[in-house]
């Protein structure tokens, strides 16, 4: 006789470090503060570049995306906001509640539902072939940027935030998205996959 499971997180994560009612609190914690720091120092790490000096933000966000699954990774993006929202320096330049309706509120908010979709594919095992990979990671970098345009275009108008807000990080962007697509595999590389009953 087959047992049905119909929610088996297998997540990279989840196949290498798996959760259980012992580790659950602790496991949560580490991993989020964990995450949170890189994020952090993502967001403090500029890289020359052209046109524009390259932040290392969304490729984190991806990469734990795929690392994590969607629930944690996004949790872990809604725990550094909220580091920055309380006033940590975490954010690339101030901190505070205010500087959510500055000119990167959108992003920010993009980075966590960015996280939660990317996730969630990757936990479906949809990253399987390089041609699906860089199409999530492409789709989750898509919305970090229509929605941070979205809130420029409030601000600033649409076609300065459509120059400013997306166009200049274009080639930084496609670096970013090649590099989290080469990394899937190697995440995965050496890690069984949690079997699924039917």
Request: glycine residues 10%.
């Amino acid at each position: 006789m087959h047992t049905t499971s119909s929610a088996v997180d297998n997540s990279i994560l989840a196949r290498l470090w798996p959760a259980s009612p012992r580790n659950a609190i602790l496991r949560g914690v580490v991993l989020v503060l964990a995450g949170t720091a890189l994020l952090a120092m993502s967001a403090h790490t500029q890289v020359p570049f052209w046109p524009v000096k390259m932040s290392m933000q969304t490729f984190v966000v991806l990469v734990l995306a795929v690392a994590y699954g969607g629930r944690l990774a996004a949790a872990t993006v809604l725990a550094y906001l909220a580091e920055g929202a309380v006033g940590l320096p975490v954010f690339v330049g101030g901190a505070g509640p205010a500087y959510f309706a500055g000119p990167t509120a959108g992003y920010l908010v993009g980075f966590a539902v960015a996280a939660f979709f990317v996730g969630t594919l990757a936990e479906r095992g949809t990253m399987r072939t390089l041609p699906r990979a860089l199409f999530v990671l492409f789709s989750g970098d898509a919305i970090v940027f229509a929605l941070g345009v979205a809130w420029l275009a409030v601000l600033f108008g649409l076609e300065k935030a459509a120059y400013a807000g997306l166009v200049v990080f274009l080639p930084a962007e496609a670096l970013k998205i090649a590099l989290a697509a080469a990394l899937v595999p190697l995440l995965r590389r050496g890690v069984p996959e949690t079997p699924r009953n039917a």
